[in-house]
Structure formats: C-alpha cells, structure tokens
C-alpha cells in the first residue's frame, strides 16, 4: 500500500496570472497610443523653452528660480565659466534623461505591449520623458502670456502624480492586495488629484486658496508614497513569489535613492536658503540633478519589467552600502587628518596652514587604511544584512574527513549540525534520527523519506534553484 500526494497546480493559477483582462488591456493600449504623440508633441515643444529659460540672463523681477542673473554671470566669470558652458551642461543632463525615459517607456511597450499593466508602466515613462522636458516654473513664468500652456502643464503635472500613485499600488503585477490598498487609489482620487487640478489650473479662486489646495495635493501624495512603501513592504514579507520580490528590490532602492536625494535638497534648502537663492549655482543644477537621480528609477523599472538580471540587485545593494560608507567615512577621516595635522604643524612649527606635507601624509594614510577599512566594513554589511560567504567545498572536505575519523554518534551530530550552520546559515536547526527497533515496523515504511543526495548535489541544488529562481533562500 502507497500513500499519494497531490501537489497543488502552481502552473495553472500563473497561467491565470499571466492572463490580461483583456477589457483592461483595451482600454490601457488606447491610452497609451493616444497619449504617446502628443507627450513626444509636448517634449519636442519643452526643449527649446529649456534652452532658452538657461541662456536668458533676467534682470527684472518675475524671474524664474532656476534661471540665471547678473549675480551668476559674476559667479561664473570667478569660476572662469561662460554661460554657453552651463547652458551646454545643464541641457545635455536633461536631454539624456529625455532621451533615457522615452528609450525606456519604448523598449517595456515594445516587450510587454500585451501587457495591460506593463503598459501602465509604459505611459509612466512616456509621462517623465514630457516633464524631464519641462522647464522648471514654466507655469510661473508664462502663464501670463499664454493661457493654453498653464492648462497643459497643470494636466501634465496631475497626470504625472496620479500615474505614481497608480502603478506604485499595483505594482509588480497589477493587484491590489491587500484590500485596504484600494484606499490609496481612493483617497488621491478624491482628495489629492482634485486639490492638485484646482491649485494650477487656471480659476476665479483667490491665491492663498490655491496655495492652500496645492498644499493639501502636495501631502495627500506624500502620504500615498509613504502608504505604497508600506504596501510594498508588505506584500514582500507576507505574499511575494521570489520573482516579484526581486522586482520590488530593484524599485524600491533606486526610488529610495531618488526620494533621499530630494530629501536632502528639500532639507539643504531650509537650513542653507542663500544655496538655493534665484541665480545661484545650486539652483540652475539642482533641477537637472534631481531627473538624473529620477532616471535611476526608470531603469529599476526597466529591469523590473523585462525580468533581467533580476538577481543582480543584491549585489548592486551590496557594493552601494560598502563603498557608499567606505567613502563616507574616508572622506571624514581624511579631512580630520588634513586639520589636525596642520594644526600640529603649525603650533611646533609657525607655518601657516596649507603645509603640503600634511596632505602627503593624510593621503598617504588615506591609501593604507582602504583595503582593511573596506575589508571590514564588507564583512560587517553581510553579518547584519546577509547571510554569510563560505566555501562550500572546504565544508564538505572537512565533514567528508570527520566522517572518517569520528566514531561516535554524538560527535556526528555536532559535526553535522555545524556544517549545516556553516553553509546554510539558518536561524535554527534540529536533528531528528528515527529510533533502531522502529526502522524495520511495516507502518513506519510509508511515512519514512529517505534523502539520497550527496553533500555536492545538495550544493549543486541550492546554488542551481538561487539563478533559476525557484526559491528565495532559507526562511526564518
């Protein structure tokens, strides 16, 4: 008598997965076809105001943020720039993001066009490649003049807040799971986009009422983020496949780093307000600095989509936090040298500061702490946030020597549990041996599963399921 299993359908409930709604793919395909000429119509139309907003010096009053004065002429004259200079390096930053999104939203319709949620994805990068186009406070500076535009760039920006909210909650694979999620979509709908149109469009309101509803918009979709975050991170610990969890690393990470770097210009601008001053060197590449750090998000959204290399993310996370640390506290102590000892210098010595042998010296100390610093900074990284590196044919050498040399039973099963810990690292481990006089009971036959695989198969499985992707990694 045989015992038989049945093993649930995983093929046929990804078939159903896999499945477009094809009411939502119609609808999504006609959007996308509809929007895509006039968003190139709009990037082609921005390009030229960018170049001009750069090139014109202003003198009056009603002066954009980020265009440039008599003071930044002065500026860059001491720095030995021309002003044909800055315009060619801030117009080549946002034409290659430009170029990047539409390159993007392109290669995801062209792979994924039966796709609905993909192509969702799609119009997201179809969108930036129209606001990495668009000047910045266009709106402030020619609204005046043509009614038309302020209406176009008050919808592109809704457009643009909205489709974030909207893909950031259904991604990766277009469901809103849990249920609760659906109050994201909800509550921007009817709050924050409504309070978003009404605070640019053109309207009989007074001022401080579109500021206030601007405000509104401004932390309604700041909440939505932060909720989405928080959905994503739940989904990963709670119904993620492998798969979808590496998709969420690779947005998560290169969104986080977007959102840190406007953090910190945000907070940089409150604390240091003459940096950003209308004019100043930070204001004119701040804007083309930050689509920079946005198009990093568009290419987590490219690999995310396209499925490739997916597994690279952790590495990628890895490196970022060693060197993004080494570097840090590099530059720490190598400026902490440079001070202290120009100061020693100049209290044994009278010299004024900026003795050049300081600096040889801290650089050279500087050269002879990288290896060991990163060294250690490496392996501090992956005992808190991975398991740890072994070699596995040093581990089964050595259990395959123990078992020839150790006799006793409870000795193995030391050995055997340490080179378990060794290799897999899991957070706890039992061994369970089945009794003598119970091995030869006919009952127990059915139940008794006997693992035939060597120590190298076993390795060769594990390391084979972690490139194919069937497993994740042991759980805790």
Known sequence: MSKSTTLPQTSTMDDQRAQPPARQLFLVRCLWLLSAPVLLALTCFFLPLQVSLVQTVCTGDNCSSYQPNPGTLHTLQQLGLSLNAVTVIIVSIIGACTLTWFVIAVIIAWKNFSNWFALSVSLLALIQTAMAARPPDLLHSQATATPWLWVVIAILIALDDTIYVIVGTLFPNGRLTPRWTRLILLSWLVIGLPCDLLSNLPSPLPLEWQNWLGTVSSYCWLLCIAAIIGAQIYRYRRLYRPIERQQTKWVLFFGGIALLEQATGESLSLIFP?????????????????????????????????????????????????????????????????????????????????????????????????????????????????????????????????????VDLAELQHQLIKAVEETMQPTHVSLWLLPAEQKNRPDRQVDEVFLNLSFDEMFEEKASRQRTGEGSGLSS
């Open 274 to 406: 003459a940096l950003f001053a209308p004019g100043s060197l930070c204001s004119l590449f701040y804007y083309p600095i930050t689509k920079l750090f946005l198009t990093l998000l568009g290419f987590s959204l490219l690999f995310a989509m396209l499925r490739y290399r997916l597994w690279d993310i952790g590495r990628i996370i890895n490196r970022t936090l060693v060197y993004g640390l080494l570097t840090g506290v590099l530059a720490l102590v190598y400026f902490g040298l440079i001070y202290a000892s120009q100061s020693l210098l100049y209290e044994m010595t009278g010299q004024p500061k900026g003795n050049p042998l300081a600096l040889v010296a801290s650089t050279l100390v500087i050269a002879a702490l990288f290896q060991p610093l990163r060294t250690f900074i490496q392996r501090r990284i992956d005992k808190r946030f991975y398991r740890s590196k072994y070699n596995a044919s040093k581990v089964v050498t050595d259990f395959t020597t123990t078992l020839h040399n150790v």
